[in-house]
C-alpha cells in the first residue's frame, strides 16, 4: 500500500459540517415522534347544533333589535303637529302681507256658497271697478307704415331736361336764322355716299356686272361717271327730303342744331311740299350755285325762295 492511501483531510474548524455523522432515516423519524401524534390524536367529533343555528339566532336577534328601536322612538303628538302647522301658516300670510297688498274684497253674505253660480243679470259693481280709470290710447306720433309706404309709391311728374347756364340758372333756347352749315353739310355727304355704295352694290348685284369692271370704266369712260353722280345727287335728294319731311332736320343738323323752318311751320300740312319745293331749286341750280351765294352774302336765299329758312338754336340765360 501506498502511505498516502490513509491520508484523511479534516477541517481545522468543526464550522464548516464536514464532522456530521450520517443519521438513519428511522432514528430521525423516532426523534420527531411524528407516528406517535397521529396515533394518539382522537377523531373528529360532530360540532354542536348551538353552533350551527348561532346564525340564524344573530339574525332574528338584529331584526328584532331594529324593530325595537324603531317602535320606541315616541310618536309625535297630535297637539304638537297643529302648533308647528299654524306657526308656518301665520308666518306665510305675514310674509304675504309684507311683500304684496291686497285690494279690498267683494261684500258677501254669511249664506253665499261657494258652489254657487252667480245669475247673469245681476251686475256686481265695486268701488274698487269704479276708482279705477281706463286710460284711452293716443295716436302714434308716428304714422303706420302702410302710409309711408304709400307715400313712397307716389312717382314724381316727369319734368322736362332743361339745360343750365351759369350759377344754375336754366338756360333759354332761342332760334335765330343762318344761311348755310358747312358741319352739317359735310357730315351729310359722308351720310349720303355710304347709302349710295349700298344702292350700287344692289343694282350691281341685280344686274350681275362685275365691280371690278365698272370701276376701272368709270376712271376713263365718261357716261359712266354721269351715271354714278346721277345716282349720288338722287340718294341725296331722297335722304334729305325724307329726312326732313319727317324729322324737321338731317342727321348732320339735328348734330349741330340745326333745323328747316320754324316750330309752327313743322306742324302744318304743306311741310313736306315746302321741303320738296326748296329741294327742287337746289336741284336746278346745280346744287352749288344757292349754297356758295348763301355762303358768300350770309343770307339763305333758298330759304327765301321757297319760304323754308335755316334756323340754328342758340342757349342764352
Request: glycine residues 4%; proline residues 6%.
Amino acid at each position: 500500500m501506498d502511505s498516502f492511501d490513509d491520508f484523511e483531510l479534516k477541517p481545522l474548524s468543526e464550522g464548516l459540517g464536514f464532522h456530521k455523522k450520517p443519521l438513519n432515516l428511522r432514528e430521525s423519524v423516532r426523534q420527531s415522534n411524528l407516528v406517535e401524534r397521529e396515533l394518539n390524536q382522537e377523531p373528529p367529533v360532530k360540532p354542536p347544533e348551538k353552533l350551527l343555528s348561532f346564525q340564524k339566532d344573530t339574525l332574528k336577534e338584529h331584526s328584532t333589535t331594529y324593530e325595537d328601536l324603531l317602535s320606541s322612538l315616541a310618536e309625535p303628538r297630535k297637539s304638537v303637529v297643529a302648533e308647528s302647522i299654524k306657526e308656518k301658516e301665520v308666518q306665510a300670510r305675514q310674509f304675504v302681507q309684507s311683500q304684496v297688498e291686497l285690494s279690498n274684497t267683494f261684500p258677501r253674505t254669511e249664506q253665499t256658497l261657494w258652489h254657487k253660480e252667480p245669475e247673469l243679470g245681476n251686475r256686481v259693481e265695486s268701488d274698487a271697478f269704479k276708482a279705477m280709470e281706463v286710460e284711452v290710447p293716443r295716436s302714434p306720433m308716428i304714422p303706420p307704415q302702410s302710409d309711408l309706404f304709400i307715400k313712397q309709391d307716389k312717382e314724381k311728374p316727369m319734368e322736362a331736361p332743361v339745360r343750365r347756364g351759369g350759377h344754375n340758372s336754366p338756360a333759354v333756347s332761342k332760334w335765330s336764322e343762318t344761311c348755310v352749315s358747312l358741319r352739317s353739310l359735310f357730315m351729310d355727304t359722308l351720310v349720303v355716299m355710304a347709302i349710295a355704295l349700298v344702292f350700287l352694290l344692289s343694282l350691281l348685284w341685280i344686274t350681275k356686272v362685275d365691280l371690278a369692271s365698272v370701276w376701272f370704266s368709270s376712271r376713263h369712260d365718261f357716261a359712266t361717271q354721269i351715271s354714278m353722280g346721277i345716282l349720288y345727287l338722287a340718294v341725296f335728294q331722297m335722304y334729305m327730303i325724307i329726312a326732313r319731311s319727317f324729322f324737321g332736320r338731317s342727321l348732320g343738323e339735328w348734330t349741330f342744331d340745326y333745323q328747316l323752318g320754324s316750330e309752327e311751320q313743322q306742324n302744318s300740312s304743306i311741310y313736306p311740299v315746302k321741303v320738296l319745293f326748296r329741294a327742287f331749286w337746289v336741284m336746278v341750280t346745280g346744287f352749288v350755285v344757292l349754297p356758295l351765294i348763301s355762303l358768300i352774302f350770309r343770307v339763305d336765299i333758298a330759304g327765301k325762295l321757297s319760304g323754308l329758312r335755316l334756323y340754328e338754336q342758340k342757349n342764352t340765360l
